[in-house]
């Protein structure tokens, strides 16, 4: 049997934030040594779809320890697509996780075999506050009632 590839298009991303959908949480062996045990530490694939135009079915990776402390980058990335804080003892699993929404901090990275997107942060969605037209407008009339006679 002979081997074939097809060539991909690389993705053109930009620095910045992308609204993004955890899809995917994978534990794999790293290529760092446990000092204690001889064996490779593991750590933790997350998999996020970015939900912005122009980069519809993309998927981009990030990485972190399967450490789990009020310091580690999983729990931040946990907090963050739950909306709040984990308590400690609280369990979280992969079906509290997946399907999640969050804005991702990305970042260009580049090293020798070129320039790569890297999830930077894990962020909870921006909720956005909303403000009526009636309400601008009495705020606008309580300003100028209050300077009497003064041109604003």
Excluded at 72 to 101: M, S, Y
Aim: glycine share 8%; aromatic share 6%.
């Amino acid at each position: 049997m002979s081997v074939s590839f097809t060539a991909t298009d690389a993705v053109d991303y930009e620095a910045g934030v992308y609204h993004a959908r955890l899809v995917d949480l994978e534990t794999a062996e790293g290529s760092v040594v446990d000092e204690k045990t001889g064996r490779p530490r593991p750590y933790i694939k997350w998999t996020f779809e970015l939900l912005e135009e122009g980069y519809e079915s993309r998927t981009i990776r990030g990485n972190s320890s399967t450490n789990f402390g009020p310091q580690a980058k999983a729990r931040a990335w946990a907090c963050a697509l739950l909306g709040r804080t984990i308590a400690a003892g609280e369990q979280v699993g992969e079906d509290d996780l997946i399907g999640k929404v969050c804005d991702l901090m990305v970042t260009l990275e580049e090293t020798d075999r070129g320039v790569f997107a890297k999830v930077d942060s894990v962020n909870p969605v921006r909720q956005r506050k909303t403000r009526t037209a009636a309400t601008s407008v009495e705020q606008l009339t309580a300003k100028k009632s209050a300077l009497g006679d003064v041109p604003v």
